[in-house]
């Protein structure tokens, strides 16, 4: 099919002039003919008959047409949709991470990015580390926020931002915070911690094991909320990530418990897939969370 014979005769039919149609295709009127003619030998019959102030469509020409307008008018419309999205004026962006980072690190930039672009869809995805990784290489999420490290071959990893964590209890442990201990000190107490499947976990388990120790929290909890209301009524040590318990510490609901030694700082990162581009409401939204 050559789509620039029907575009032609598109064109012409709309104008009923050779002359007009050759103005608004910036063709030549020789050529607008030509390309007519070449339509009607391919399809085997007249489309256009000359007349005095211009031409005229044929019965068959008007078949054609029918069918032809359908089509162009969804390319033009096709056209308006990418223009749209260029211009951040439609799209979404489907993004994925835990409960806590997603409202905790997430959501002040989403309720800015939307004030920018208030017609970009912003779809929420949770999930733990490893759940957010598949839904990315499975492609049902455009960008993930997850705690590092990972390892991933076909990831693309930016660090996003480093995150501090610490021990808390409640008011039942409170002498605990009023010095300092070790980690083997800290076993002799029943320690709440994310389920094993999680980063935050994975990390806890690490910390421990350079101290040649076991770690067997007595309480797994799921979510961020539910392990700061178990250290807050007494049910043992919560390890948390600091910044999402400062309200609670600086209210006296919580209170920090001090290592004899450093915790190291966590790293949380933005992955994207390797090798495939993002789309330009993504790719917008990607630029605004590294500003």
């Known amino acids: 099919m050559n789509l620039d014979l029907y575009?032609?005769?598109?064109?012409?039919?709309?104008?009923?002039?050779?002359?007009k149609a050759a103005?608004?295709?910036?063709?030549t009127q020789p050529s607008v003919s030509h390309a007519i003619k070449q339509l009607e030998e391919k399809l085997g019959v007249q489309l256009f008959i000359?007349?005095?102030?211009?031409?005229?469509?044929?019965?068959?020409?008007?078949?054609?047409?029918e069918y032809i307008h359908k089509v162009f008018g969804l390319i033009d419309t096709a056209e308006q949709k990418i223009s749209e999205l260029k211009n951040l004026e439609s799209g979404h962006v489907t993004i994925g991470g835990s409960d806590s980072t997603c409202k905790h690190y997430l959501l002040p930039y989403i309720q800015t990015?939307?004030?920018?672009f208030p017609n970009i869809q912003i779809r929420l995805q949770h999930g733990s580390t490893p759940q957010i990784l598949d839904k990315l290489n499975n492609g049902r999420i455009d960008l993930g926020i997850v705690h590092l490290p990972i390892n991933d071959s076909q990831i693309q990893l930016t660090e996003f931002l480093s995150i501090s964590s610490t021990f808390v209890v409640g008011e039942k442990y409170k002498e605990l915070a009023n010095k300092n201990i070790s980690l083997e000190e800290m076993?002799?107490?029943p320690i709440i911690s994310f389920s094993e499947t999680s980063s935050s976990r994975s990390f806890l388990n690490q910390l421990f094991l350079k101290q040649g120790l076991s770690l067997n929290p007595e309480i797994e909890v799921g979510s961020v909320e539910l392990l700061i209301e178990c250290a807050k009524?007494?049910?043992g040590i919560a390890f948390v990530t600091k910044e999402l318990v400062s309200k609670e510490l600086s209210k006296g609901?919580?209170?920090e418990v001090y290592l004899n030694e450093k915790i190291e700082k966590r790293n949380i990162g933005l992955v994207t897939r390797k090798n495939i581009s993002l789309s330009v409401a993504a790719d917008k939204f990607y630029k605004h969370l590294l500003d």
Request: glycine share 6%; proline share 0%.
């Open 7 to 19: 575009h032609v005769f598109y064109v012409t039919a709309l104008e009923n002039n050779f002359s």
């Open 23 to 27: 103005t608004k295709l910036y063709i």
């Open 50 to 65: 000359r007349t005095s102030k211009g031409v005229a469509i044929t019965n068959e020409g008007e078949t054609l047409f």
């Open 113 to 116: 990015f939307q004030n920018e």
């Open 187 to 189: 076993l002799n107490y």
């Open 233 to 235: 009524i007494g049910m």
């Open 253 to 255: 609901e919580l209170f």
